[in-house]
């Protein structure tokens, strides 16, 4: 009907403390059960003559259409059954789409004779069509008892806030109302009454597109009310639950397919068979319900699939390979399904928006970082961009500049990037050993590096450093046939080694140490005192001081920052390898790079340097995604010798997991290379 809405009811206080421990108990499916059961379902046949719409239902056709389940309580399982029996049937042709109900009344009634009067106020049939199934501009035909219609178009639900067009007089409309008794007149006793139409193709056409072919689904419900008391409550019965008490919920509608078998004979029949996986349907609709009840309370949307807490139950039965995603801000948000064996998404949107879409071929970027070999031909370099491109290779970091051979990797179709060190800088020891950053112990790394003799860092937070490292680099980016630039070393000093490298150095990092904590300089620590009042050396604790993480972290972001402003104003792409997180990151090297503004970040994934296997590969990406939150692409970089024992299970924890792309360092050999070419052909993606 056109505005029933069903009371909101809000826990707040002590009431919502009693529910939330039962709410968060329940899967999704149990929490939405109302509205998640399974909607009826019709195969509809073609009429095999000519129906005359008399409310006669006498043609044989109509004698072989089966008839609908009866009505029922909107509301669903545990409500009243409707205390007289209704139900319809369903025929169409190349014109139209052919309704019938039979209802049985007692007392038929009915007093409304205006075109679009508000029909339900009397007791009335009711016919809701949504041709396409996704939800919106949908159509609904209203008659009662007298034959008085009311037509009107909606452009969505009225939950998400759909207007109605009573402007939309469906043209062409045939209707007829046959009663089996006398009209407002309740000193007798009446069997009922019949509603036969003629829903005109043409009326419900949108775009030019025939909705009314063989093969077709719609999303289609009826409903009944009956006023069974003088001024109500109404009675509202149906023949698909939606699961409260609004029928513009097109979800919860009955599905209709049409078939090109003919309703000749009573042998014409046709099993039904979803136009979707109904385990991914339930599934996106649970999560849309939950959006709307996330929204009530929080006024913001669940961002991530594991906000949902999806359990076995909701996941156990989606086809294989499904990947589920969610989009979101804090006005809209789109949970989707990708089926990669169908080659299909399926996707609800805040609207309530229902789309079945074609998979687009999914399009990754892989990269290689690349030193220079001055040994190498050009007819080898040639050889070897070509050999790279053919494979999947789409650009090239380059440690160094030399512009005949990045001239020669343009040339194969590959893009040039230039690498270069950033924070760990020696050349300014002659000009600028003040710029040099200092540990807890007072040590510079001007004259007393870290671990190697080449760690040479530079202080995170002089502004000075970040505008000369900003002018460096946006003069490298405006070198022939540079595509972008690549900042490595945008760190402090390893605080903390990765595992794997603590026996090459014979230490054991299991807490921070001093003299590879950095940095203290005397400008770092006035400039904290000014900000905090407080000399970091003073504290007790400085590892665990979060204002004093935090001060690092900052100064770091600013020098990538400055850099990404210079660059990229001037057009050119700009990027940065990583540690792996964020999160270690932070840890390790006060890198708290998921807040920097630059175009892509490669985080260096060296499974091998931390002891770990391909499934980390997969948790780092995927954490990595979350922290950019799609501002940024995200190139997972792979040591090529830790993976080459387990290549395509490495590749595949990337891919799975959200990466745009994979960067391989010291590798692939050609071998490889094919492997990899091999490997994006399976996946079916575009390189």
Known sequence: MLANMKKIFVFSGLAWL?????????????????????????????????????????????????????????????FPAPKFRTTAKM???????????????????????EHDSIIYRDNDFEVFLDPDGDGKNYFEIEVNALGTIFDLMLDKPYRVGGNFLTQWNCPGLKVAVKLAGTLNDASDSDRGWTVEMAIPRKALTLNFDNPLQAGKCWRVNFSRVQWLKKDGPE????????????????????YVFFSEKTAGTPQSREDFLFPYPQSIYKLLWAMFYEQREYFSREQNYLRS??????????????????????????????????????????????????????????RVKNWVWLRIDKNRSPQEWRERFARMKECGISAALFEGYDEAVYRLCKEAGLEAHYWRWTLNRAEFLETHPEWYAVNRLGESSYDKPA??????????????????????????????????????????????????????????????????DYCYCTHCREAFKKQSGKDPLELEFPMESQMWLNFRYDAVGNVADTIARRVKGK??????????????????????????????????????????GAAWIG?????????????????????????????????????????????????????YLRRLKFYLQKRGFEY
């Open 451 to 516: 671990y190697v003799d080449y760690y040479r860092f530079l202080c995170p937070s002089r502004p000075e450093i970040a505008a000369t490292l900003a002018e460096s680099y946006l003069a490298d980016a405006n070198l022939p046939f540079v595509d972008g630039v690549h900042l490595d070393y945008i760190r402090c000093p390893d605080v903390v080694l990765p595992v794997g490298l603590w026996k090459n150095y014979g230490i054991e990092q299991t807490r921070e140490h001093p003299q590879y």
């Open 91 to 113: 025929l169409w042709d190349d014109d139209f789409l052919y309704v019938a109900a039979e209802m049985d009344e007692p007392n038929l009634q009915a007093s409304l004779t």
């Open 235 to 254: 009675e509202n019965w149906v023949w698909s639950p939606t699961g409260k008490i609004d029928m513009h919920m097109p979800d919860r509608w009955g």
């Open 571 to 612: 057009g050119k792409f700009i990027s940065a390898a990583v540690f792996p997180g964020p999160s270690m990151a932070r840890r390790m090297v006060r890198q708290d790079w998921g807040r920097w503004t630059l175009d892509a970040f490669f985080p260096m994934i060296y499974n091998g340097f931390y002891d770990e």
């Open 18 to 78: 009693i529910v939330c421990g039962e709410i968060f108990a329940q899967s999704l499916f149990e929490k939405h059960e109302r509205f998640l059961t399974e909607p009826q379902s019709y195969v509809c046949l073609r009429a095999d003559e000519e129906i005359k719409i008399d409310g006669e239902l006498d043609e044989a056709s109509w004698k072989n259409a089966a008839g609908t389940a009866p009505f029922v309580d909107i509301s669903g399982k545990g």
């Open 305 to 362: 699939p594991e906000q949902f807490f999806l359990t076995e139950k909701e996941t156990a039965h989606l086809p294989g390979g499904t990947k589920l995603a969610v989009e979101a801000t804090e006005n809209a948000f789109l949970v989707m399904a990708d089926v990669p064996a169908e080659n299909k998404r399926y996707s609800v949107n805040e609207q309530g928006e229902f789309r079945v879409e074609n998979l687009a071929p999914r």
């Open 619 to 671: 948790r780092s990406v995927k954490e990595s995604v979350a922290a950019v939150g799609g501002r940024a692409k995200i190139y997972a970089g792979l040591m090529f010798p830790d993976i080459k024992g387990d290549f395509e299970a490495c590749l595949d924890a990337a891919f799975d997991n959200g990466a745009a792309g994979v960067s391989f360092f010291d590798g692939p050999d050609e071998a």
